[in-house]
């Protein structure tokens, strides 16, 4: 799953999955708000959720700040399921060292996101 809210990212990322790791599925949320619900309504049905999120920091309404508050109340089932990678363009040091100390969070990956960045997660 994708979760953010610029479409050239969007194409970025899915070509990279698809050409790089042969991943054709790729749900994409355009907001946080979305992709919360999209999991909440998937939660007792661990096969319909994905196992990778890759979640922007910078979005309006919820950012990724207010996305990983949102999913740590989320089922554990759920939780153990979902990898997810913060991909952000920020130079802000407060919110890396932040998103760095998220116990929810893989890894940090700065845009533009590149293959050998997700080759060991997937």
Aim: aromatic residues 6%; negative net charge.
């Amino acid at each position: 799953m994708i979760v953010d809210d610029n479409p050239i990212d969007h194409m970025i990322t899915k070509y990279i999955l698809k050409h790089n790791f042969s991943i054709e599925n790729v749900t994409v949320m355009e907001c946080a708000e979305d992709a919360l619900a999209y999991l909440v309504q998937r939660q007792n049905n661990i096969t319909e959720l994905p196992e990778l999120i890759i979640l922007d920091l910078d979005m309006p309404c919820i950012n990724g700040f207010g996305f990983l508050e949102r999913f740590a109340k989320l089922n554990d089932q759920l939780i153990k399921k979902c990898k997810i990678v913060v991909l952000t363009g920020s130079d802000v040091l407060v919110d890396l060292a932040k998103i760095k100390a998220n116990p929810y969070v893989t890894e940090l990956i700065s845009k533009p996101l590149n293959k050998s960045a997700l080759a060991e997660l997937i």
